[in-house]
């Protein structure tokens, strides 16, 4: 950490000078591996209309953050990811196997993880309010162990794109042909739905569960307004995730307000420019 550290010191902002305010270094380097993470991800949640999906996820991990409280773990987060994983892997199974609607079915799983959620966490009488750090999240006291973290979990993910990308893209957009040329379409949407529970759980703590799916959604829904190949539409999630990023970093730390708000609100704005500039193009 000492070499990143001498290398932000070197950026014109009052933060970076040497000697002061790790904790916004620390930050920088999050959101330079959460950005290209979140824009990954958003690829394939716009093109798989899973954007519910994800909110459900984030309601799920409070869950399991109640459960690992109330069992009285050490680190509760390991809770979250395996309720999350479980729950993933239950909707797409039950989503395959019922005639309901996805959005039907999303809407079951969500509203019965929130109210589990909220009935372990004021069980006995307790105090919802020590879970307020999670529903705003502050990625201001994020560490560098949990900067390693996220780090391995964007590789396992770049891995996984470009070993199933193909497999994944061909199962969402035509099911049944995936089906015919032998892709097992139920195991690849668990594979994305596992892969899209653990980022939303390990990413909540310093993103916060309120704004977590805005980071899912919008930078694939800003490039998808104007990419104009799948090449395109990722490098553009991948920038304006990274953009926003960096921009809502700065804004909060000037403003002194949430970073993961200030973070969805510039993607809210380039989604905004983006759809002006491709009406522009019609």
Known sequence: MELWYSLVSLLPLDWARADAMFFMKNALLAILVISPLFGLMSTMVVSNRMSFFSDALGHSAFTGIAIGVLCGLAEPLWCAVVFSVALAVLFTLVRRHTRLASDTVIGVFSSTAVALGIFIATLDG????????????????????????LAAILLAVIVLWLCSFNQLMLASVH?????????RVVWQEALFSCAVAVVVTVSMTWVGLLVINSLLVLPGAAARNVARNMRQYHLLCILFALVSGLCGLQLSYLL???TGA????????????TSLLGRGRR
Do not use: H
Not at 127 to 140: A, H, M, V
Not at 263 to 271: E, K, R, Y
């Open 256 to 258: 002194e307000s949430s």
């Open 175 to 183: 099911p049944a042909l995936a089906d015919s040329r032998g892709i």
């Open 262 to 273: 200030c973070i969805t609100l510039c993607l809210a704005a380039l989604f905004v420019l």
């Open 126 to 149: 307790g105090s919802f309010s020590k879970f307020n750090t999670y529903l705003i999240g502050d990625i201001l006291s994020v560490s560098p162990g949990r900067i390693g973290l």
